[in-house]
């Protein structure tokens, strides 16, 4: 398995472990309503488990399992790749850190767009290994 | 295709149908009750995507034991049964909490919470052993080979 497939798969298992544990607290603030200021945490619960455990594992399993290039580098350029893996995970990591009130509530477009910045490459990276070799 | 293979996609393939049916009648206010909304998203996103995911990622990603059985296979096996566990407690005690407001509700709640939190650690046991290079799992094979010489 490459190393960007590596980092995302094992990035994604903590986003999930962290998205789940979000969503059992607020889960059980709706039986013990004490914990109601859980539910502050709502959008980080959905950034998380979305975007880092289910697109993030789509994304690494994808740039590992789909068909390779006959020369190399076999999974196009790994710079790009690398990018893609940091523009996501920063992506991330701006909008949590904007939920969390610890940056500015319009960081969120910063954060967007260097999650849009990872898709594109994603799709740049991907577009030609859609493909078949057999005639 | 492995046992629990089937078993994770089959299972996620009737919660797919079952969140769907839920978001129709949501669609409906006769038909509506409280908590439909987190319970249609929750049985799409757990019950059918993450289920899904947990299955397919057991049998294809490499290193898998090729042994059935519970005990071969332990951590997939209690990933399955805590995350469904805790998915039906949520299903049964959600709506029956805005109904009620008996205890047992509350601790159907709590163990659906627990529940769904356990199976993510199980499954993270399961696969990140599993998430290795070509080279480290020649060295992982080699290793296992040598010992067995042993």
């Keep these: ?135 | 295709m492995p046992r629990l293979a089937r078993l994770f996609i089959k299972t996620g393939l009737i919660y797919f149908l079952v969140s769907l049916l839920l978001g129709l009648a949501a669609e409906f206010k006769w038909l509506t009750f409280p908590g439909i909304t987190p319970l249609f998203w929750h049985l799409l996103m757990v019950g059918w995507i993450t289920q899904i995911i947990f299955g397919v990622s057991m049998w294809m990603f490499p290193g898998r034991t090729r042994e059935e059985g519970f005990w071969p296979q332990k951590w997939g096996w209690l990933t399955y049964i805590m995350l469904n566990v805790g998915l039906i407690c949520r299903v049964i005690a959600e709506p029956a909490s805005y109904a009620s407001s008996a205890g047992l509700w509350n601790i159907l709640i709590v163990i659906s919470a627990v529940g769904q939190v356990a199976a993510a650690v199980t499954y993270t046991i399961e696969l990140w052993p599993r998430i290795q290079s070509k080279e480290q799992r020649r060295r992982q094979r080699k290793k296992k080979r040598q010992k067995s010489n042993n």
């Design chain 1, 1 to 135: 398995m490459p190393t960007p497939s590596r980092w995302m798969i094992k990035a994604s298992f903590i986003y999930l472990l962290v998205g789940f544990f979000i969503g059992a607290l607020i889960l059980v603030s709706k039986a013990y309503p004490a914990f109601t200021g859980i539910w502050s945490l709502l959008a980080v619960h959905i950034e998380v488990s979305i975007f880092g455990w289910i697109i993030q594992l789509t994304m690494g399993t994808a740039y590992w399992i789909l068909p390779r290039y006959l020369v190399k580098p076999s999974r196009g350029n790994p710079i790009l790749a690398i990018a893609m893996v940091a523009l996501l995970n920063l992506g991330i990591l701006i909008n949590v850190a904007s939920y969390l009130d610890l940056i500015a509530p319009s960081a969120t477009i910063v954060g967007r767009l260097f999650e849009i910045g990872s898709v594109i490459l994603f799709i740049g990276l991907h577009w030609n290994r859609a493909i078949t070799y057999n005639k």
